[in-house]
């Protein structure tokens, strides 16, 4: 579906259209308390909803915290991975079973703050995937390093115009994940694909905080070998995307 195509727009408090937060966790157990108490506070404001926590296999405490959380919050919803398959496979889990006319995606790490969200549904009736840039981005300088190395071959290689590929908050319509290819590590080239699927995004600042619990599951050497791997498929699926609009049907 082309992005000219009718979509109805989400309304603050319009309890006819539902939205699915969907995030991926690994070994998260002491940020999930927090971050549910945060997002009840958010989420209860934009109408309905339901968060969809993703285990991708956590060796931690991380699954029976969120079964306390379940009993807690009739909105948490709990998929659990029987072995960590990686961030893209925890997200086509939790796409899968969502009910969401629009979708949220958040890391469990509380570095992106779940107040954000508001921020980025500011700009729902103009765009169909809202993507943030992580303003005064609080991570080490080689993982700010890397990601600029990174970023300047991507803009070589595929013309790509995200500014923050590795921001995971995001509000797009569901029609999104209907209509662009999804695959291991699909999550670096998700406002990528969206865009050449005919989508209107937009990239907005939104805030960044410091890890405070648990530790980062990216190692620089493992994100560089993926990255290259990832970024020779990904031009290899740009130029081979089968895109069409609709002039007349009956």
């Known amino acids: 579906m082309a992005?000219?195509?009718?979509?109805?727009?989400?309304?603050?408090?319009?309890?006819?259209?539902?939205?699915?937060?969907?995030?991926?966790?690994?070994?998260?157990?002491g940020s999930l308390e927090p971050l549910q108490e945060r997002l009840?506070?958010?989420m209860k404001e934009l109408g309905e909803y339901e968060i969809?926590?993703?285990?991708?296999?956590?060796?931690?405490?991380?699954?029976?915290?969120?079964?306390?959380?379940?009993?807690?919050?009739p909105e948490v919803r709990i998929i659990s991975?029987?072995?960590?398959?990686?961030?893209?496979?925890?997200?086509?889990?939790?796409?899968?079973?969502?009910?969401?006319?629009?979708?949220?995606?958040?890391?469990?790490?509380?570095?992106?703050?779940?107040?954000?969200?508001?921020r980025l549904f500011e700009h729902r009736e103009k765009f169909d995937f809202i993507t943030g840039i992580r303003k005064e981005r609080k991570d080490s300088s080689v993982k700010k390093t890397s990601s600029c190395i990174a970023g300047f071959f991507?803009?070589?290689?595929?013309?790509?115009?995200?500014?923050?590929?590795?921001?995971?908050?995001r509000a797009f319509r569901r029609e999104v994940i209907e209509c662009i290819p999804l695959f291991k590590n699909f999550h670096r080239f998700f406002p990528f694909f969206a865009a050449q699927a005919g989508f209107r995004v937009e990239q907005?600042?939104?805030?960044h905080q410091a890890r405070t619990v648990g530790k980062s599951k990216y190692g620089t050497l493992k994100r560089l070998r993926e990255g290259i791997c990832?970024?020779?498929?990904?031009?290899?699926?740009?130029?081979?995307?089968?895109?069409?609009?609709i002039k007349y049907q009956c």
């Not at 727009?9 to 937060?21: A, C, F, R």
């Not at 990832?230 to 609009?245: F, N, P, V």
Request: negative net charge; aromatic residues 6%; glycine residues 6%.
């Open 52 to 73: 969809i926590y993703v285990d991708d296999g956590s060796t931690d405490s991380s699954l029976e915290v969120l079964k306390k959380l379940k009993g807690a919050y």
């Open 40 to 42: 009840y506070k958010v």
């Open 230 to 245: 990832d970024l020779i498929g990904a031009s290899w699926l740009k130029k081979r995307l089968m895109l069409y609009e």
């Open 81 to 118: 991975l029987s072995r960590n398959h990686g961030q893209s496979t925890a997200l086509i889990a939790g796409f899968k079973i969502c009910r969401g006319d629009w979708i949220v995606t958040l890391d469990a790490d509380l570095q992106n703050p779940p107040e954000e969200i508001g």
């Open 154 to 169: 991507r803009r070589l290689i595929l013309d790509d115009a995200t500014q923050d590929v590795g921001c995971s908050l």
């Open 204 to 207: 907005i600042p939104v805030a």
């Open 3 to 29: 992005a000219e195509a009718h979509i109805s727009v989400l309304t603050v408090k319009n309890k006819d259209t539902m939205i699915s937060v969907v995030i991926p966790l690994f070994n998260e157990q």
